[in-house]
Every structure is written in C-alpha cells, then in structure tokens.
C-alpha cells in the first residue's frame, strides 16, 4: 500500500495592507543618532527639530537692481529724485532723506525709511551737476522689496524631526546657520541572496555559464535601492542552499544589524531553507500576501549572541523577499520601504496615487490586488508593459510606475486606474 501525500495546507492569502500594517508594527524607530556636517546630510533623517536662531532674511532687502526710494515721494510718473547713496550688496545703508533715492542691487539691504524699489528698467538716469534719475512708473509701497523673516522668522521650527532631508532642505538649513546636524543612524542592513543556481556577473562569462545557473540580479537592485532609503548595507552575498550555511549567514549578521534581508527562499520547497533556519534561532511568520507579483514575505527575529552589547535590543529584524525579481522588487518598494521609513522615525504616509486613464486592455481577472507594470504615455494615458510575469525584470525598467489593479478587476482601455509612480517610492 502506498501512503498519500500529506495534504497541502495552504494558509489563507494576507492582505497587502495587513501585511503592512504587521510589519510596521514591528519597526520600532532606532534610537541612535549622529551628527553630520549639512553637506552630507542629504537623505538623512532629522533627530530633532531644527529651531530658527534667527530670521531670513535677516534686513528688508530689494529684489531688484533699480532705486529705492520713499513710495509717497512719487505720485505721478516722471519725475525726478536725486540719488544720495549707493549699496551693494553685503553692504550696509544709511537712512534715506526724503525726496531722494538710493542706487540699490537685488538682495542689498534697505535704506531705512525707503518702502520701494523701482527696478532700473523703469528708469532714466539724468546727468549733469546733481546725478538724479527720473522715475518713470508710480511705485506701490512694498514693491520689489523682501521683507526680513518672510522666508523664516526667529524660533520658528524650520525642518521637524522625522523629516527626511532634500537638497533644498540642506540649504534652508545653512540658511540659519547651521552647518552640522543630529539625524537618525543609518539602519544597518544585512543584504544576501539564497539559490544555487545564483552566479555573480563578473565571475562567470556568460559563455561559460553552467546549465541552470543564472546571474543574480536581486542583489544589485536590492543593494542600491537600500542605499537610497539610507542604509548601511553589508552585503553577505550568496548563501547556498544548505541549512547549515544559512543559519551561518544569519547568526554572523543578527549581532551588529537592524535587519537582515534576504532573497529567495521564501516559499516552502524543499529548497527553501529559510523559514526553519530562522526559526530555529528566532521566530518567523511565513506571509502569502494576496498580491501579484510577490505572494511569499516573511517578517521574523533572530536572537542576538549576549556578546553583542548591554544595549543592543535582544533580537534583529528578519525580512525575506521572494525570488523573482519583480516580486523582490515591488515587495521592496510596498513593504520594506515603509518598513525602512519607520525605523528611521519617519511618517510612513499612505502611497500617493493617481488616477490615469488605461490605454491597454487587461482581459484576465486575477484573484489577488495586482501591481501592473505601466509607463505615462504622451497622450497622459497609462501603456502596460506586455509582459507582467513576476520573473522580467525588464518589466520594472521599461515601467515609470505601477497601477494598484484591485482583485478581480478587468480593465478597458479609457478605465480609469490608479498609478503609483516609482518616483514617489524610489528616494
Ligand atoms: P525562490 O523564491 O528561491 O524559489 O526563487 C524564485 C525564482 O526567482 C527562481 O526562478 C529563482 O531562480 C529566481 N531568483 C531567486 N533569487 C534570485 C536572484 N538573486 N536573482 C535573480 N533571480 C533570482
Ligand atoms: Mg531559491
């Protein structure tokens, strides 16, 4: 007699969004902080609201070459006023007598007393014994003129702690003077990749590739799009498929790392070594999200060694990505994003989407909320990449973005869609 299999036990889909709202409750923000020079703050993440010690500008200024002058001394056009001082910019003003006006540059400080600036356009210079200018248009109060503190005013708090910093925030930061800031240490990320069949470009030719191997690309994406979030990533390579080797990889990494991400190996082949290794030395939810591309994610720990420090939290966050690179990619950008974010204190906002008109047709109803690959097209409709499979990576290159498909929707050209731009995932 000969025995049947067991029976597949296959656990019921998880929604992206609890999937996400489980992950995030497990992204307890990290506590460390350094200092950096603001130059090298971009991307990095402000540990504490940045409070203005003074105002910018710091003076009433012009923004303009031209005159400034009292706006009441001009009522009708033409006439002519003697011009008493000069400033430059960087330089300071005396007071301005009535009936008189100041040669004045964008961004010198104003003459006290003046409360306008008619730009030198609007002017003619008249010579002989007193050098005057005639002013050819009625000036308004106020005009050309910036006014001190309209940019920032003292204590106002300029940048929040938990902001992510952009080149214009680096500036407004110098603005006020500050040439070092405190921001959140980058999360220590250990990167690697399961598979055998995995062989680096550069190592083998791709002539001499032995049958089944293949290059591993989810390394180089994953790498870079780690970077970007701003992480420090050690990249432990390739890890075979043998128990053994992958509890090596992970207790090596648990010790000085926020979070070890993994590729491949997520599902529950024989093959498939993660889930008991990680088991073995922490805990694992194995996730089968209702989502295309991507169904298998994991969240789990791994204990630390005691060695590593009185204050390091006792285990290290445990995330593996599925293989195929296109779900390594969009589980990425939808869940570990987020999760990165979190753990650097930062917001996690809900996605941004647009919705965009479908200048494709999508026949087949899918079970599970879809990720279309999709790229804006000249007529500000929505062109889908002809092939989704989770394996073409050339899907995620060729798209600008993805459209959020709910389950079991089919879609029509002129449909409207909601996009999600991969500008507003990939920092
Ligand atoms: P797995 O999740 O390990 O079952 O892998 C699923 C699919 O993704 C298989 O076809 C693997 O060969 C492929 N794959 C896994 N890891 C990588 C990688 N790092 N680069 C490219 N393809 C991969
Ligand atoms: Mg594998």
Known sequence: MTSSPPPQHRAPL???????ASVLAHALPLHA?????????????????????????????????????????VTEAGKVLPVTQRIAAGHASEPLE?????????????????????????????????????IQAVPQAGQWVRRAGEDVTRGAVVLSK???LSPASLGLAASLGLAHLSVVARPRVALFSTGDELVMPGEVAPEAMRPGAIYNSNRFFLRALLRRMGCEVSDLGIVPDRREATLAALKTAADHHDLILTSGGVSVGEEDHIKPAVQQLGSLDLWQIAMKPG????????????????????????????????SSFVTFLLLVRPFLLRLQGVETKALKTTTLPAHFTLNKAEKRREFLRVRRNAAGGLDLFPNQSSGVLTSAVWADGLVDNPAGNTIAPGDPVSFISFSDLIA
């Open 162 to 164: 938990g902001e992510r």
């Open 33 to 73: 902080t350094e200092t950096v020079a603001t130059f090298d703050a971009d991307g990095r993440v402000l540990a504490q609201d940045l409070v203005s010690a003074l105002q910018v500008p710091p003076n009433d200024n012009s923004s303009m070459d031209g005159y400034a002058l009292r706006a009441a001394d």
């Open 98 to 134: 009535p009936g008189t006006c100041a040669r004045i540059f964008t961004g010198a400080p104003m003459p006290a007393g003046a409360d306008a600036v008619v730009m030198q356009e609007d002017t003619i210079e008249v010579g002989g014994n007193i050098h005057g200018v005639h």
């Open 14 to 20: 998880m929604s992206l969004d609890d999937a996400l």
């Open 295 to 326: 169904k298998p994610f994991a969240y789990g720990t791994v204990q630390r060694d005691a060695g590593a420090g009185p204050a390091a939290a006792e285990s290290c966050h445990f995330i593996g990505l599925p293989g195929n690179p296109v």
